[in-house]
């Protein structure tokens, strides 16, 4: 018996036991890759991608022989082919330098799937009953043709793009596409946004994108709610940094405070782990800038711009003493004055905000503070921890506004929809915006939207056609890491196989349409594929090295794309100079709910397997315990037990979370590593549609989040929200540590 069959026999030994019956997926180890089809022989081993996140991180696809079946021609048959068997980092990409995430491991399942759409469907019963009939692609394109020449011939503002953020060839050619009809520009939404953190990098340091923390030069880390070691930013980047700063360097090892309301993946690695009121991090960071400014003397003007954004800073922050912070954040004024002195005393010194503490009303004044607090410690620049990863190119981030409502509010403020044509792209907001917002109520009013998902979510589903992309195995892939490496990097990466389905990648389904409709977007948009767009923009990347084209393209393809030499970049000044009077004022963030009513902050999170939901849909990360509950399949609602005690409530009961908008239910697991006055839980659960692993499965924090925003960005203020809480029964709690088991109760023997 080989190592694999070992260990997969003991975990099926072991999970037996605690087996409570069959025929549900928590009650099952699922693989569903095509092994037994593998032919042997040697692997071969192809850069890719991985898709799972924002972080763009460099694959290496283990692809052998095997027999898959595969639909051709409308026909479902086995068909000899290369097949992608296993992903591991690739150890020459700059951002990840060979490490992966579990997410990015789980992300082969998604080529085998299931329930992937196989070919284009259209709707034939009611919208949202997930009735679809198979149609050829010819009719598909012919349909979304006539219907936008449709849409242009009566106004080009009728057509509208939505998808995740986009960067590279894909964003390129969408915002072309768009420009040329002179339709509206796209609408980019995803939930855990960042734009808050990215609007202030402009204002302090000129530089409207994600910092790269170079966390192996730093002798102290002070985080306050980013959870970079789990789901925030670049999260492997991240990790491999941290291990350096931790153990990388003989004789001297960094020391780490983590200041946060619940204890996060990061927290519980931190060296000393602080509890703070939901959104006064803000207060804490002025808080620390008045020690180093009044007892330091630290002159006000070394914090440059970043420090002049702030209202009181060039008087040296009077009102934020130690004894005022402290009323604020629950943080002993002695204490503050302590971890000023450390990290003066530790320099170089970085502080991290990120996470909960920018998604209150006061986000971005969080955000302005902090930054102006890391400049006055002069670890912003080419040698500091902090850096900005070159760009070769606009990442193409507009100023930030608000898109996603805007469009909705623009929907459904009229008696006829303004929108006739909806095009859909990687995003799921009836799944991940408040129920405030009305975004399916909106989606509802468009005559036609066209999904290229590649699978049936709360949102496609209520498409007209579906036009499925191919996975990102099966196409031509690039990438701008925005974050996360200091040498500026383009990826590429061709189809590390076949595709096993009747798919077409998205870009080139564009350029189709281009062809179609003809005219002045087929002059605009002249490559015949995506991977010609891919060459151009690589040829031109190419002469501005001064480097051989085909040799630079061969080379890209080899490695998995493109990567300076030179190191990072000092912070530029902003690029406004008209701006830099304006001050902000740091104000206590707002809360949806009384005190009396609502006692308790609720605090969604970003999963380590799911992120925001989107990979709800793979059981390899539905299988994964939680690294700090251990909790798998399902949703749980954190709560310090004091708190549990008080309310009669004991761990794996079912307990109703309330707010002004709604009510969740879900199982308790207690946590001495969580506020008395915080309620917690992990987003991702609670899809109504998406597959068959994901669907009716837990419930969805965000469907109980207030519609409030920071003002400035638009973005979703997702932790200011309160909630009462109360138990209403029995609950039902999958725990790798106590087995696959109901949580035993007395009024269950």
């Known amino acids: 018996m080989d190592r694999r069959d070992f260990i997969k026999l003991s975990a099926l030994t072991a999970g037996a036991a605690g087996l409570a019956g069959c025929g549900h997926p928590d009650h099952q180890l699922i693989r569903f890759l095509p092994e037994e089809s593998w032919i042997p022989g040697v692997a071969t081993w192809r850069p890719s991608l991985c898709p799972l996140c924002a972080a763009g991180c460099g694959v290496m696809a283990r692809v052998m022989e095997g027999d898959a079946e595969v639909v051709r021609n409308g026909r479902t048959g086995l068909l000899r082919m290369g097949l992608v068997k296993k992903l591991e980092g690739n150890p020459a990409h700059p951002v990840n330098r060979g490490k992966l995430c579990a997410r990015g491991q789980a992300a082969v399942q998604i080529v085998y799937h299931p329930d992937r759409i196989r070919q284009p469907l259209k709707r034939r019963g009611e919208r949202g009953t997930g009735e679809f009939e198979p149609v050829d692609w010819d009719e598909a394109l012919s349909t979304l043709a006539a219907r936008l020449k449709q849409v242009l011939d009566d106004d080009p503002a009728g057509l509208a793009w939505l998808s995740r953020p986009l960067r590279g060839g894909k964003r390129v050619l969408v915002e072309r596409f768009l420009a040329t009809l002179a339709a509206p520009a796209p609408v980019y939404f995803e939930l855990f946004d960042e734009s808050v953190l990215r609007w202030a990098n402009r204002l302090s340091f000129g530089r409207e994108q994600m910092p790269t923390y170079t966390l192996s030069v730093a002798n102290y880390v002070l985080g306050l709610s980013a959870d970079f070691l789990g789901t925030w930013n670049s999260p492997v980047a991240q990790a491999i940094g941290y291990g350096e700063f931790r153990q990388g360097r003989p004789g ?3 020391k780490f405070v983590q200041v946060e309301p619940r204890v996060s993946q990061t927290g519980a690695n931190a060296d000393e782990w602080i509890p703070i009121r939901p959104g006064t991090e803000g207060a804490l960071a002025l808080g620390l800038a008045h020690v180093l400014l009044n007892e330091a003397r630290r002159p006000t003007t070394a914090a440059g711009t970043a420090g002049e954004r702030i209202e009181g800073w060039l008087q040296g922050l009077p009102e934020w003493t130690p004894e005022a912070v402290a009323e604020q954040t629950g943080i002993e004024a002695e204490r503050i004055r302590r971890l000023a002195r450390e990290l003066i005393a530790h320099e170089p010194a970085v502080v991290i905000a990120g996470g909960a503490a920018l998604a209150q009303t006061n986000g971005l004044a969080t955000a302005l503070a902090v930054n102006a607090l890391n400049a006055l410690l002069g670890c912003v620049g080419a040698l500091g921890p902090v850096r900005f990863t070159p760009q070769p190119e606009s990442t193409g981030l507009a100023p930030p506004h608000r898109t996603l409502r805007a469009l909705v509010q623009k929907i459904l403020s009229r008696p006829e929809s303004p929108v006739k044509l909806l095009l859909l792209y990687e995003a799921n907001p009836v799944f991940a915006t408040p129920p405030a917002w009305q975004v ?60 096993l389905h009747n798919t077409r990648a998205m870009p080139d389904v564009l350029l189709d349409l281009s062809r179609r409709v003809g005219g002045r977007l087929n002059e605009a948009l002249p490559w015949k594929s995506y991977e010609e767009l891919l060459r151009a923009r690589f040829d031109a990347l190419a002469r501005r090295a001064g480097a051989d084209a085909d040799a630079f393209w061969k080379q890209a393809l080899e490695r998995g794309g493109w990567w300076s030499d030179n190191g990072g970049t000092r912070a530029a000044a902003p690029r406004h100079a008209a701006a830099t009077t304006r001050q902000i004022r740091y104000q206590p963030a707002e809360m949806d709910g009384s005190v009396e009513e609502f006692p308790f902050h609720f605090l969604p999170y970003a999963s380590q397997a799911f992120y925001d939901g989107t990979t709800a849909h793979l059981p390899w990360l539905q299988e994964l315990p939680d690294v700090l509950t251990t909790a798998m399949w399902g949703s749980w609602v954190e709560l310090n037990p004091q708190t549990a005690e008080r309310l009669g409530i004991r761990q794996g009961d079912l307990v109703d979370v309330t707010s002004r908008h709604g009510t969740l239910q879900a199982p308790v697991i207690l946590s001495t590593g969580i506020a008395p006055d915080v309620v917690a839980m992990p987003v991702g659960q609670g899809h109504r549609a998406f597959t068959r692993y994901a669907s009716r499965r837990g419930a969805n924090p965000i469907s109980v989040l207030a519609p409030l925003e920071e003002p400035e960005t638009g973005a979703l203020a997702w932790a200011a929200t309160r909630v009462q809480i109360r138990r209403a029964g029995v609950g039902r709690l999958v725990l790798f540590s106590g087995g696959l088991s109901r949580f035993p109760h007395p009024e269950e023997r």
């Not at 066209?450 to 049936?456: H, K, Q, W, Y």
């Not at 195995?473 to 490496?485: C, F, H, I, N, Y």
């Open 252 to 254: 001297r090892r960094g």
């Open 440 to 499: 399916a109520a909106a989606l509802d009013r468009v005559p036609f939207v066209v999904s290229f998902g590649s699978f049936l979510d709360d949102t496609s589903i209520l498409a007209d056609l579906v036009l499925p992309d191919h996975v990102f195995l099966e196409s031509w892939m690039d990438d701008v890491p925005e974050s996360g490496t200091e040498p500026a990097v383009v990826s590429l990466a061709a189809p590390a196989m076949r595709p």
